[in-house]
């Protein structure tokens, strides 16, 4: 029953363990599999504190990993009340736990007990739901689950994903299995409970055998969207331009394509998944915004910016000292920080998002005169000019990002450095010749670098 294959070889694995049926046959399984291919169990519980029974089941899980030898641990974690639903925050945190668990004991393999009717459970929530291709694919028999339980290298595997719970009682009958009913299953209150104890038993009673049907349909859209996943990693090959995307590639495919891609795009950075409705009305400001217009379409993790023909997912950065909004350039609250030189390599600055460093260079600043000046760090106010070599003319800054091609995003955020109201430097396009020393043989130059974190 267990059918752990090959590719599950480990020195060590870890059951999930609830203490209820499910969770109690998988661990006799997982011992009786261990003993006979040498392989060190874990027995790993969460402690929610949802319910008064919930230390009882810590020390029912405890106490049969006890007879079976095996190693146990567990963690306590708390529910948040902040309007989140309790099953999905209670998830979140299970998880969290369990790959936390994982990685203080070395742990590479995770087996957890869903099974047959879970399977069928998923599918249905998601179908109704109004889910897509990878909602309706259902639970997978095993993967890697870095984003779900924290651990880069940590597998998580259902063995008993093929088998319907009535096999499990069956098992546990035969084996004279002592397990845990959690109260909170039979509260209807909850959606899948709903589905579980009404649903289920009426499909099962006209449609018998439903959940294996709707396990190989799940199986089937599986398929569809590995395959959906590949067309969207080639359409990615060919329009990825650094950070960037090409729209040019986007704007000859079809609607439903460039759909296709940017879920695709989103997972793999990470981002979570939009909503149907979200993502076409961005799609639609995304291809019919201005040319000229400073396109941010906001997401919970990202920006959703345009430029140049380019589309970028932007990290969203804390409003720096100074700033009353990333979006209103150079708008300030006061008048920018002096300071001055006394020979460092660099000097931070926080409040302006970076590190102001002074190199030799062949062309810059006298270090004396540098030193004898009060300088001012600020965000540009408009109608600064620079000029970065004798031979070429004053622009305003503006002008320089623009050829420079850098974005308005990253102009917002870059300081000038300045002596009165003549300007020395400006971050992301260089020194002004003006103020540049025409002798010396230890010239010092200006350079500006973000902070990443």
């Keep these: ?15 999930a363990c609830s203490g209820g049926l499910d969770s109690m046959v998988l661990l006799r399984l997982a011992h009786d599999w261990c003993a006979q291919h040498g392989v060190r169990l874990h027995a790993f519980h ?7 029974h ?8 405890e106490r049969s990993a006890g007879e079976l030898g095996i190693g146990f641990d567990h963690r306590r974690v708390t529910i948040p009340h902040d309007g989140s639903g309790v099953e999905a925050a209670a998830r979140k945190l ?27 459970e998923t599918v249905l929530l998601q179908l109704l739901r109004g889910s897509g291709a990878a909602g309706l694919s259902g639970m997978d028999a095993d993967n890697l689950a870095p984003g779900l339980l924290g651990v880069a290298d940590l597998a998580l595997a259902r063995p008993l994903l093929s088998q319907p719970r009535a096999a499990l009682e069956a098992y546990a009958r035969e084996h004279a299995l002592a397990w845990v009913e959690d109260e909170s299953n039979q509260d209807p209150r909850y959606t899948r409970n709903a589905l579980r104890h009404q649903v289920m038993p009426a499909l099962a009673t006209n449609f018998p055998g439903f959940q294996a049907r709707l396990a190989r349909g799940a199986a089937h859209v599986a398929s569809a969207q590995r395959l959906l996943d590949e ?19 986007l704007s000859g495919l079809s609607a439903d394509r460039i759909d296709n891609f940017m879920r695709h795009l989103f997972s793999v950075r990470g981002l979570a998944m939009p909503s149907t ?26 920006h959703i910016r345009r430029h140049r023909g380019k589309l970028y997912l932007t990290p969203h950065l804390p409003i720096l000292s100074g700033m009353r909004d990333p ?3 150079g708008v300030l609250d006061r008048e920018g920080q002096t300071f001055r030189w006394q020979g460092e390599a660099s000097i931070a600055f926080p409040d302006y998002g970076g590190v102001l460093h002074f190199e030799r260079v062949e062309q810059g600043f006298d270090p004396d005169w540098l030193r004898a000046q009060t300088l001012t760090i600020d965000f540009r106010k408009g109608g600064e000019r620079l000029k970065l070599a004798a031979n070429r003319p004053s622009r305003g800054l503006k002008a320089h990002y623009q050829a420079l091609g850098v974005p308005a995003w990253e102009r917002e955020r870059l300081p000038t450095v300045s002596r009165d109201v003549d300007l020395l430097f400006a971050a992301g396009i260089g020194m002004d010749c003006r103020h540049w020393s025409a002798t010396g043989q230890e010239l010092i130059g200006l350079r500006w670098e973000v902070n990443r974190g």
């Design 231 to 249: 067309l969207a990693a080639q359409d990615l090959a060919a329009c990825q331009d650094g950070d960037a995307v090409d729209l040019a590639y």
């Design 1 to 15: 029953m267990l059918g752990l294959r090959d590719k599950y070889t480990t020195r060590s694995l870890a059951v």
């Design 94 to 120: 299970r998880y969290a736990a369990l790959g936390e668990m994982c990685r203080v004991h070395d742990v590479k393999l995770l087996l957890t007990a869903h099974h047959l009717d879970d399977q069928a």
């Design 46 to 52: 969460v402690h929610h504190g949802l319910s008064q």
């Design 277 to 302: 409705a979200w993502l076409t009305e961005m799609v639609s400001q995304l291809f019919s915004a201005r040319e000229d217009a400073q396109l941010k379409v906001t997401h919970p993790g990202c």
């Design 54 to 61: 919930a230390n009882d089941w810590c020390a029912h899980c």
């Design 327 to 329: 979006d209103d350039i």
